[in-house]
């Protein structure tokens, strides 16, 4: 059955530093998003993304954050310059088609020291 | 934006018992999902459901759209059934999902 995949599942990095978390969607979907979910809290909307195009995004999704589809597989989040509060489970998801099921990734662990 | 409210926000239960958890959104949602999420952090797709009944195993759900709810329903709990379930509305024109704030069931032996 296919599904999302996400690397790396934890990923620890200095503040200040930045990184790039990446996602494989589902291969013949066309939506993709990344939320994200501080410990112990709900699961945030960050962005969507589709047709190369970020289609909505969140007051956290700020300068600080963007997102690429380098390839035709890949679907990336970069954080510039991380700060303490970053420090999250960071999901990915893709879907066929505007309001059709989304279906996740397992999550990149990020810790911000 | 839309509100997703679930109850209860705590549930314990003994293994066996079979357990309701609710989810409410203020708005009439195009996409509401159910999720469990394990002790590792993974979110799990339980049911696709704006509206209508659906079951899976032990597992079902209702939706009822036109009040703006929707119900999970575990017969038979087993410990493996713990974690936090969270649910989640999509707005129409919204191109993204809403959650809840989730319902931590604990099932003990």
């Known amino acids: 059955e296919p599904e999302v995949t996400q690397t790396p599942s934890h990923q620890v990095t200095q503040m200040g530093q930045e990184v790039i978390l990446r996602c494989v969607p589902i291969?013949?979907?066309?939506?993709f998003y990344w939320y994200r979910q501080i410990l112990g809290q709900k699961v945030e909307f960050l962005v969507s993304?589709?047709?190369?195009?970020?289609?909505?995004k969140s007051e956290i999704f700020d300068d600080q954050f963007s997102v690429e589809r380098p390839d035709g597989s890949n679907f990336t989040l970069k954080i510039r310059s991380t700060k303490l509060e970053d420090s999250a489970m960071y999901f990915c998801?893709?879907?066929?088609?505007?309001?059709?099921?989304?279906?996740f990734g397992p999550g990149t662990r990020l810790t911000v020291l | 934006g839309i509100q997703v409210e679930q109850s209860p926000p705590d549930l314990i239960l003994q293994e066996g018992a079979n357990s309701t958890l609710r989810c409410n959104f203020s708005d009439s949602v195009n996409n509401l999902q159910w999720f469990h999420q394990n002790p590792w952090g993974q979110l799990i797709n339980l049911f696709y459901?704006?509206?209508g009944t659906k079951q899976n195993g032990r597992l079902s759900a209702t939706t009822v759209a036109t009040e703006r709810y929707s119900l999970l329903y575990i017969s038979s709990s087993q410990t493996t059934d713990s974690g936090v379930y969270f649910c989640a509305g999509e707005l129409q024109g919204a191109q993204k999902l809403v959650f809840g704030q989730g319902t931590r069931l604990t099932i003990n032996p």
């Open positions: 291969s013949n979907h066309l939506y």
């Open positions: 998801a893709s879907t066929a088609g505007g309001y059709n099921e989304q279906f």
């Open positions: 459901i704006p509206s």
């Open positions: 993304f589709y047709n190369n195009e970020i289609s909505e």
